[in-house]
C-alpha cells in the first residue's frame, strides 16, 4: 500500500514527543512489511526540505506557526500528481481538515485532543482557537475511520457526537530492546523522576510541592526533572520559592541510554498531568521496574493500572500525590510487588503488534473504498 502521513512533526524536530515516537513507528513497521510511506510535516530549525527517515520519505513545509495552513495547501498540488491509497492524519495539535482537499480516504489517529485543557497552556485568544478547530472534528471526518490510542480518546470522541463503531482503539507500544528492567542496584536516595517536556499544562509544579511533605519524612529524598521546554524557568522559579534546596534537581535532556540507566536506578515517577493520549512515559518507567503515581485524568487511566503498577490520585492534588509516594518508599514489599506487576504488565505492549492493528485498520478502510 502506499501511505502518506500527516503531521505537525517528524521524528527528527527536536520538539517530537510520543505523538511523534507512535506515528514514526507505524510508518517504519509499515515500510518493512513492503508498504510506501511518505510523511508531511512542518519545517524546523536546520532542517531540509526532504528527508529519509528509516525508509519513511520525509516532506517538510510550513512553519509551527502555520503549517496547518501551509501543509493542506501543498497538499492539493502533491496529490494532483501522487497517488496514495490512504492518508494517517495525526491530530495532535490543530487539525489540518484533510478530507477537504482530497477524495483519498483519510484515517484520523488521535493521541487526543485538548479541550478545554488547552487553557492551562496557552493565552485565552490562542485556546478559543484550538477550541473553535477541534469542534469542527465530528462533522468534517463525519465519513473517517478514527485509530486512537486509548479508551479514554474514544470517550471523548464519542462525547463529541463521533458513532463508536467507527473508532478503533489501537494501544501504543514500546522499544523493548531500550526500556528494560537492567536489575540495577537503586539509588540510596530515594529518588522520584518527572520526565517530559516542561509546559505550563502538565502541571510539573504538582510534583515539586509534593516534596516538601515527602521531605519531612525522608529528609535525602529527591525530585529529579528529566526534560526541557518553556516551562522550565517558572518550575524553577517554583522550587526557590518553596525552599526545596536539593530536594529538587533539573536534569534536562538524557539521551536515551542514560535516560534508562536513570530509571533503573530510581523508585517512582510522577505525572500529574491533567490529561494524556495515553502516557508513554509511565510505560517506558515501568518497564524499568519503576511504579507511577499519577493523575487519575484521560490517558493516564489506561496507562496506570491503579494498585496495580501504581497509584491514581485525584488531579493537582499534592497531599494525595506525596500520601502515595510516602506509602510505596516505606513498604519494601508493596514496592517491590508494584515494580514487578509494572515490567510484567509492559510486555504485551509492543510496536509490532500495535502496527498491525493500524496496518488492519488501514485495509479495511482501503477495501471499503476501492
Known sequence: MRVLAINW????NPEAGGAEVHLH???SHFVRRGHSATQVSATFP??????????????RKGQWWNANFAIPSFLRSHLASNEYDVILEDINKVPFYV???????VIPVIPHLFGTTVFREAGPITALYVVFMESFIPVIYRNCRFMVISQSTKDDLVRRKIAPDRIRVVLCGLDHAVYRNLDLERFRRPTIVHLGRLRKYKSAEVAIRAMAPIRAVFPDARLSIIGDGPHRAALEREAKRLRLGDAVEFKGYMDREELVEFLNRSHLLFNPSPKEGWGLTVVEANACGVPVVASDRPGLRDSVHDGETGYLVPY??????????LLLLR??????????????RVRE???ERC????EELVRDVVSGHS
Open 316 to 325: 493537582g492534588d499534592v497531599s494525595a500525590f506525596a500520601e502515595k509516594a
Open 9 to 12: 512533526r517528524d521524528i527528527k
Open 349 to 351: 505492549l509492543t510496536w
Open 99 to 105: 478530507p477537504l482537499v482530497t477524495r483519498t480516504p
Open 46 to 59: 536546520g532542517c531540509g526540505p526532504k528527508d529519509e527517515i528509516d525508509g519513511i520519505r520525509i516532506i
Open 355 to 358: 502496527s498491525r492493528e493500524a
Open 25 to 27: 513507528e507505524i510508518l
Open 331 to 344: 513498604d519494601g514489599a508493596e514496592w517491590r510487588r508494584m515494580s514487578g506487576n509494572a515490567v510484567d
